[in-house]
């Protein structure tokens, strides 16, 4: 019985390539025998195979080819309308014990998740082809360079994951004959929210996602391995996996540095990394440059320096609002062999979303296909309509963004959307204090979640839904590991979203966060002035170049304004994360709470 099954299976999987290791033929096998794909196709991410799957993506109707001389090498995909975030509330750790995920996770014990999933999975590729994908996380040959393999019915997923990641045989010559490799097993099934897990198994280095399609739900490299996954090894090999943009600042004299920055989802890491400075600074011979948009591995050398990665290969960003003032270089990447979801189809093949003109076009088809026009109602594209792009399209990549060794770092920043009570920018007064602001980091939630928007809600390193354990020991591999620091990155809290009683924007934004920046590299690098303040070190106006902008010395006191009464209901508000970790809560953070509510 088993041999015949076994046969069977064989039968389906069509041409192994000959590099396959025995523990991924297994594997594979396996996974053949529970989803019963009719065929199955090993992906080699060579150019033939991609033009290949671009064709038959056309021809099944899971892509819409683009204007080729206009946007050379796109397409566009309408998703399921139920299927357009990530869905937090159907994500599962599971581990033997429920204290292992703490908190902030949901959990289900291996077993029943693996039986639950499995009544899911069986059959279910029955009619469909299995595509076997191999990539790697990080830049080949780095110290911290992850293999995964997903197997996924989508051809979709396929040439997303050609895109964010390393793809193709060069993941078989990375693993070698090693079992080392994060086992990703995706099906969009039927696409059914009832019917619909994304489950993580940390002790098995495994992954399991059924029933949707969405990029952070379905590109399983990126949260479930780069985060979730990853954050678990990290704890456990002494290095961290962060929800973070990397980028490099280079200053007329030369002089770079690299700089982390956290995030939550929406909150516009995509453009800071690939900030364009204020004129003026760029007379003067400023560069920026982007590693990553939103995810950095980061560990510390022998030399007790920090180095980090970003472990993908392309950007997954927010396309609504993006356009040639918020964020040209964006705008470059996303010209040529890109992917779009969920945005507008103009009549001459071109695309059109929220915020990309001012002056919107005459028609168009919306994101769900229906025809739309600007006094419709609705709008043209989801406001988590996103673009997949490879990172080498853009025009302002850091040189070593492809560098094993990564690239040092020097400052961590943190942020959230915020429209009041958090100042624009200051600085932690130590690394136990940055944790602790890192921590306690607020962020009003956006689209990219399924939810309400625009609720403040705790978000922990802006790692909240991406935390792959318990968050007590989360904070603890935090504080830890600046101990194996010999000089510790300084870390920063901004908020660029800071507004007036009328609803207006403090701070420009974009690319005049160039003007902060600089404040906080020159404190990395301990030269900067900063005033002590109840919160951090502080500039006043006189220590950030306000030169060509509308705010004046006042206006910036305002918007680094700390109001004493609302600054104690933010405390009161932290209680709903400090309540969840009761007892649990590493000593730091009571300590530093009660250091800052004594300063205010
Ligand atoms: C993302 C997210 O897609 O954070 O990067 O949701
Ligand atoms: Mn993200």
Known sequence: MTTAVSDRASARQGAVPAQVNEHVRKWVDECIQLCQPDRVVWCDGGKAETDRFYEQAVAEGVLVKLNQQKLP???????????????????????????MVGPTNNWMEPKAAYAKLKTLFDGCMKGRTMYVVPFVMGPIGSPLAKVGVEITDSLYVVLNMGIMTRMGEVAWKQLGDDDDFTRCLHSVGDVNPDRRYICHFPLDNTIWSFGSGYGGNALLGKKCLALRIASWLGKQQNWMAEHMLLMGAQKPDGEKTYVAAAFPSACGKTNFAMLIPPKKYQQDGWKITTVGDDIAWIWVNEDGLVRAINPEAGYFGVVPGTNYESNPNAMECMK??????????????????????????????DWTGQPWTPDCGRKSSHPNSRFTA??????????????????????????????????????????VHGVYLGATLGSETTAA????????RRDPMAMLPFIGY?????????????????????????????????GRFLWPGFGENMRVLEWIIERAHGRAYAKETVLGWMPRPQDIHLDG????????????????????????SQEELFLKLAGDLPKEMVFQREILIARL
């Open 470 to 502: 318990n968050i007590r020991d989360y904070l603890v591999h935090w504080f830890r590991m600046r101990k194996l620091m010999n000089d510790c990155p300084r870390i920063f809290h901004v908020n660029w979203f800071r507004k007036d009683d009328k």
């Open 449 to 456: 979640a399924s939810g309400a928007v625009g609720v403040v």
């Open 336 to 365: 040529r062999n890109t992917i779009y979801t969920n945005v507008a189809l103009l009549p001459d093949g071109d695309l059109w979303w929220e915020g990309k003109t001012k002056e919107p076009p005459k028609e168009a088809i």
């Open 549 to 572: 902008l509308s705010i004046g010395a006042k206006d910036f006191e305002s918007i680094q304004s700390v109001d004493v009464e609302e600054f104690k209901a933010e405390i009161l």
């Open 73 to 99: 090498g796109c397409y566009l995909h309408r998703s399921n309308q139920n299927d357009v975030a990530r869905s937090e509330h159907l994500t599962f750790i599971c581990t033997p014990s429920q204290d």
């Open 390 to 431: 490879p990172a080498i399209n853009n025009p302002v990549l850091d040189p070593a963004w492809d560098d094993p060794r990564g690239v040092p770092v020097q400052a961590i920043i943190f942020g959230g959307r915020r429209s009041k009570t958090i100042p624009l920018v200051f600085q932690a007064f130590n690394w």
